[in-house]
């Protein structure tokens, strides 16, 4: 299997516009999460889907940030207006069933905002 | 509230000696999971070692076992016969069914291996 696919690997835009990162989870995988990883703040869940569906986006540090999964195998984070405190590793993990399961990551998009 | 906790920010061990990365966790739930990842410098997420909550037995994965004391509810990862190739960040996480089994991390530990 390929893995969890995300793209771009590095985003680089300007104040005010929108980014939208991208990720394909593992074939099968029905559980998908958006992590942000800075240095400040570590690992930070974001927002959580099973089967597709939003479970918890208590971690969406405001509106402008929006997450969607129109289907099992592409999900989106978008950032709309994007602002330098959003600079960050944007990470995407899924996992097999909504249980004890591990979660396997993508390698992450690097957004710098400036 | 801090659900998960590791205390070292950074820890250093010389190459061939075990070491011992801490975590301690918070729940009120009868059943959860608990993982340790591995962040390389090179920035993946690499899943190491997982252990249940009812797991009567420590959880083993090669080189790496998991010190799980579920009355102290501690999850400490050892490291036997550590490599230069094991210098990382450490991450600690958990999975509670009591919140939907959503995946959250500790602030991790720096592992420096020295030759």
């Known amino acids: 299997d390929a893995g969890v696919i995300q793209s771009p690997r590095h985003e680089v835009t300007e104040m005010g516009q929108e980014v939208t990162l991208r990720c394909k989870p593992i074939?099968?995988?029905?559980?998908l999460f958006w992590y942000r990883q800075t240095m400040m703040r570590g690992l930070e869940l974001l927002i959580y889907f099973n089967n597709n569906v939003p479970i918890d986006d208590s971690g969406m540090p405001e509106d402008r940030f929006s997450a969607k999964m129109p289907n099992a195998s592409f999900s989106t984070l978008k950032i709309q207006p994007s602002e330098p405190r959003d600079s960050a590793v944007y990470f995407c993990a899924s996992s097999l069933g909504g249980g004890y399961t591990e979660a396997f990551f993508g390698q992450g998009t690097r957004l710098t905002v400036v | 509230a801090q659900k998960i906790t590791q205390t070292q920010p950074g820890m250093f061990v010389q190459e061939k000696e075990a070491v011992t990365l801490d975590c301690t966790y918070d729940t009120s739930d009868p059943s959860y999971g608990l993982f340790w990842y591995k962040q390389p410098s090179s920035g993946e997420m690499i899943f190491l070692i997982y252990q249940g909550s009812y797991d009567q037995q420590n959880a083993t994965e090669g080189r790496y076992s998991l010190n799980f004391q579920k009355a102290r509810k501690s999850a400490n990862l050892v490291i036997s016969a550590s490599q230069l190739g094991d210098s990382a960040m450490y991450f600690c996480?958990?999975?509670?069914?009591?919140?939907?089994?959503?995946?959250?991390f500790g602030k991790g530990t720096l592992l420096t291996v020295n030759p």
């Open positions: 074939s099968g995988h029905n559980s």
């Open positions: 996480a958990m999975r509670e069914g009591g919140s939907n089994y959503k995946l959250t």
